[in-house]
């Protein structure tokens, strides 16, 4: 079930600051909407090399106090992503089906 939008609004604005995470929440719930964000990162049914996984991570965690191999940690755990043999893939989190305009 999504969450309210302004529940979601209140997470953002709380821990991203211009597209990069400024920390990382302490509570679950809080945590689970950045790792839903930051995985619409990642297009669905593409697979990505651990290269350019940590590339789009990276930037995310620029100045701010968790790093990029938590935060891809925190994605698997969460099982927003998957990995095998050096690849990762998205299989988790929402997914925008509306047609862009």
């Known amino acids: 079930m999504p969450m309210p939008d302004t529940q979601?609004?209140?997470v953002f604005r709380t821990f991203i600051q211009d597209g990069h995470l400024?920390?990382?929440?302490?509570?679950r719930a809080r945590r689970r909407i950045l790792l839903e964000h930051i995985a619409s990162s990642f297009e669905?049914?593409?697979?990505?090399?651990?290269?350019e996984v940590d590339v789009v991570l990276r930037a995310w965690c620029a100045g701010s106090e968790t790093d990029h191999v938590t935060l891809?940690?925190?994605l698997i755990d969460e099982e927003l992503l998957s990995r095998s043999d050096g690849e990762y893939w998205r299989t988790g989190g929402w997914v925008d089906l509306a047609p862009s305009v």
């Open 44 to 51: 669905p049914g593409r697979r990505f090399p651990e290269k």
């Open 8 to 10: 979601v609004e209140k």
């Open 22 to 27: 400024t920390r990382f929440p302490a509570k």
């Open 72 to 74: 891809r940690r925190y």
